[in-house]
């Protein structure tokens, strides 16, 4: 259910350019995206678990205000960002 560390590495590196580069505000995106998608598929099956659940909800508010944060500074980014990970806005 969790991210392991080679899909991590993977996607700071497609989204910061390096290893390093992890608090680049289209990583933090990406890794939320990725967690979001993990969760998505074990609530389809096991719809009772409230517990993770919740933590789907919080996610999707971080991942809600880190994009209003970037359309807000920067537009082209924003955008790049919703075509790479193919998020509806």
């Known amino acids: 259910m ?3 560390k080679e899909i991590k590495t993977g996607i700071i590196k497609k989204f910061g350019g390096t290893e390093q580069n992890t608090g680049q505000t ?3 995106i990406a890794l ?3 967690r979001i998608s993990d969760l998505t598929e074990h609530l389809k ?3 009772k678990d ?5 933590g789907l909800l919080k996610l999707v508010g ?3 205000s880190l994009l209003a944060y970037l359309k807000k ?3 082209e980014r924003y955008r790049k960002v919703l075509a790479d990970l193919e ?3």
């Open 2 to 4: 969790s991210v392991t």
């Open 26 to 28: 289209e990583v933090q």
């Open 32 to 34: 939320f995206s990725k």
């Open 45 to 47: 099956s096991h719809p």
């Open 50 to 54: 409230k517990h993770s659940r919740h």
């Open 62 to 64: 971080k991942r809600k």
């Open 73 to 75: 500074t920067d537009i």
């Open 87 to 89: 998020l509806r806005k």
